[in-house]
Protein backbone atom coordinates (compact mmCIF):
# COMPACT_ATOMS: atom_id res chain seq x y z
CA UNK A 1 0.00 0.00 0.00
CA UNK A 2 1.77 3.11 -0.99
CA UNK A 3 1.23 6.08 1.26
CA UNK A 4 -0.03 9.89 -1.17
CA UNK A 5 2.57 11.63 -2.10
CA UNK A 6 1.55 14.70 0.38
CA UNK A 7 2.78 12.88 3.17
CA UNK A 8 0.97 10.29 5.46
CA UNK A 9 -1.71 8.84 5.22
CA UNK A 10 -5.60 9.83 3.58
CA UNK A 11 -6.81 8.55 6.87
CA UNK A 12 -4.33 10.77 8.66
CA UNK A 13 -4.99 13.85 6.11
CA UNK A 14 -8.73 13.94 6.06
CA UNK A 15 -10.87 15.58 9.43
CA UNK A 16 -13.73 13.37 9.43
CA UNK A 17 -14.65 10.65 6.99
CA UNK A 18 -18.16 11.62 6.62
CA UNK A 19 -16.79 14.90 5.05
CA UNK A 20 -16.82 15.95 2.17
CA UNK A 21 -13.46 17.72 0.71
CA UNK A 22 -12.98 20.18 -1.81
CA UNK A 23 -11.21 19.10 -5.42
CA UNK A 24 -8.68 21.29 -3.94
CA UNK A 25 -8.54 19.69 -1.12
CA UNK A 26 -8.26 16.43 -2.23
CA UNK A 27 -5.43 17.89 -4.60
CA UNK A 28 -3.46 19.08 -1.54
CA UNK A 29 -3.32 15.58 0.03
CA UNK A 30 -3.01 13.25 -3.01
CA UNK A 31 -0.97 15.92 -5.43
CA UNK A 32 -3.39 14.67 -8.26
CA UNK A 33 -3.84 18.03 -10.88
CA UNK A 34 -7.33 19.49 -10.21
CA UNK A 35 -7.52 19.30 -14.05
CA UNK A 36 -7.21 15.26 -13.58
CA UNK A 37 -9.78 15.48 -10.55
CA UNK A 38 -12.13 18.15 -12.92
CA UNK A 39 -12.17 15.46 -15.40
CA UNK A 40 -13.33 12.74 -13.18
CA UNK A 41 -16.20 14.71 -11.83
CA UNK A 42 -17.15 15.34 -15.57
CA UNK A 43 -17.04 11.46 -16.29
CA UNK A 44 -19.67 10.91 -13.27
CA UNK A 45 -22.04 14.01 -14.09
CA UNK A 46 -22.00 12.17 -17.96
CA UNK A 47 -22.46 9.08 -16.14
CA UNK A 48 -25.13 9.61 -14.15
CA UNK A 49 -27.24 11.51 -17.05
CA UNK A 50 -26.50 8.60 -19.88
CA UNK A 51 -26.54 5.73 -17.54
CA UNK A 52 -29.34 6.15 -14.54
CA UNK A 53 -29.77 2.43 -14.32
CA UNK A 54 -26.00 2.01 -13.15
CA UNK A 55 -26.56 4.66 -10.02
CA UNK A 56 -26.77 3.39 -6.89
CA UNK A 57 -30.13 3.59 -4.67
CA UNK A 58 -30.20 6.22 -1.38
CA UNK A 59 -31.46 3.63 1.22
CA UNK A 60 -28.73 1.11 0.64
CA UNK A 61 -26.74 1.65 -1.93
CA UNK A 62 -27.65 -1.42 -3.86
CA UNK A 63 -27.52 -1.27 -7.84
CA UNK A 64 -31.12 -1.84 -9.20
CA UNK A 65 -31.97 -1.38 -12.86
CA UNK A 66 -35.04 -0.81 -12.48
CA UNK A 67 -35.70 2.90 -13.76
CA UNK A 68 -39.32 3.16 -12.71
CA UNK A 69 -37.50 3.85 -8.69
CA UNK A 70 -36.85 7.13 -10.47
CA UNK A 71 -34.25 9.56 -9.49
CA UNK A 72 -35.73 10.70 -6.04
CA UNK A 73 -34.90 7.28 -4.66
CA UNK A 74 -31.26 7.22 -6.02
CA UNK A 75 -28.14 9.57 -5.47
CA UNK A 76 -27.74 12.88 -6.59
CA UNK A 77 -25.68 13.97 -9.58
CA UNK A 78 -23.08 15.55 -7.44
CA UNK A 79 -23.45 12.40 -5.30
CA UNK A 80 -22.30 10.07 -8.05
CA UNK A 81 -19.64 12.58 -9.50
CA UNK A 82 -17.97 12.87 -5.64
CA UNK A 83 -18.09 9.20 -5.58
CA UNK A 84 -16.25 8.74 -8.66
CA UNK A 85 -13.75 11.07 -7.68
CA UNK A 86 -13.38 9.07 -4.82
CA UNK A 87 -13.37 5.52 -6.40
CA UNK A 88 -10.90 7.22 -8.39
CA UNK A 89 -8.66 8.65 -5.46
CA UNK A 90 -8.63 5.32 -3.59
CA UNK A 91 -8.49 2.75 -6.88
CA UNK A 92 -5.34 5.16 -7.82
CA UNK A 93 -3.47 5.07 -5.05
CA UNK A 94 -4.13 1.66 -3.70
CA UNK A 95 -4.61 -0.74 -5.99
CA UNK A 96 -3.07 0.80 -9.55
CA UNK A 97 -6.23 0.65 -11.36
CA UNK A 98 -6.11 -3.10 -11.16
CA UNK A 99 -9.67 -3.19 -10.80
CA UNK A 100 -11.32 0.00 -11.84
CA UNK A 101 -12.02 -0.25 -15.68
CA UNK A 102 -13.24 3.31 -15.80
CA UNK A 103 -11.10 6.16 -16.22
CA UNK A 104 -7.92 4.30 -16.71
CA UNK A 105 -6.54 6.93 -19.24
CA UNK A 106 -6.34 9.45 -16.17
CA UNK A 107 -4.91 7.19 -13.83
CA UNK A 108 -2.04 7.08 -16.74
CA UNK A 109 -1.29 10.30 -16.56
CA UNK A 110 -0.91 10.41 -12.82
CA UNK A 111 0.41 6.94 -11.92
CA UNK A 112 3.91 7.98 -11.16
CA UNK A 113 2.94 9.93 -8.30
CA UNK A 114 2.24 6.49 -6.62
CA UNK A 115 5.29 4.30 -7.87
Known sequence: MTAPPGGGSLR?????????HSLKELK???????KILKEVEKRGFGA???NLSSVRLKED??????????TSK?????????????????????QGMKIKKQDTDL?????????
Open 61 to 70: FSKNPDLRKG
Open 107 to 115: YDKVKHLFL
Open 28 to 34: DITDIPI
Open 74 to 94: RLSAEQWSKARIYAFLYKSIF
Open 12 to 20: QETKNKDEE
Open 48 to 50: YNT
